[in-house]
């Protein structure tokens, strides 16, 4: 026997509301789409935008430092090599940090700051975004975690830095190393060849 009128209705507003409910609460990032934008304080105190750096191709980095697959990275100077490398190309590197107090990783401004001179990092500047906010409008799972806006505002690449998941430096070794691979084929005119990659590392603390 078909349903009334009225309960027709009030199933189709349980259906929505359900609807809604199951609903992510952000949409992930879309590669060949606007990269989302964001308002976030760096380390320094200064107020970022991605929309400030529109020209110019931006790399994003998730970091923590306390996890063991960002220190195979930094510990040997490779992600500070590959920052410095990044920079004469005139690329805008940032690092993220998405945890949250009390969680590892976390780190005050003065910390950030502390950190980036004992290590040599070299990005442009370090965001810190202790509420998630920038981490969970891009998705960001793991530290490391890239992505890459191109000058125009897209993302065209997201995924892991590298094809060795493993926080053994000693894979570094042979290791193909997609962001490098993606800013090449940015800086000789092609599209990226490999635009997704699985990420690998530690959960971002959130």
Known sequence: MPFAPHRRLALAGLAAVAALVAAPAQANPTLGKPAPAFSVVDSTGKTR??????????????TNEGCPYVQKHYDGGAMQDLQKRAARDGVIWLSIISSAPGKQGYKTPAEANAWRTRTGAAPAAILIDPKGQVGRAYGAKTTPHMYIVNPAGTLVYMGGIDDKNSADPATLAGAKNFVVAALADMKAGRSVA?????????????
């Not at 935008?49 to 998730?62: A, D, P, Q, Y």
């Not at 490999?194 to 959130?206: A, I, L």
């Open 49 to 62: 935008t991605l929309s400030e750096f529109r020209g110019k191709t931006v790399v994003l980095e998730w």
């Open 194 to 206: 490999q635009p997704v990659s699985p990420p690998y590392g530690c959960s971002v603390k959130y």
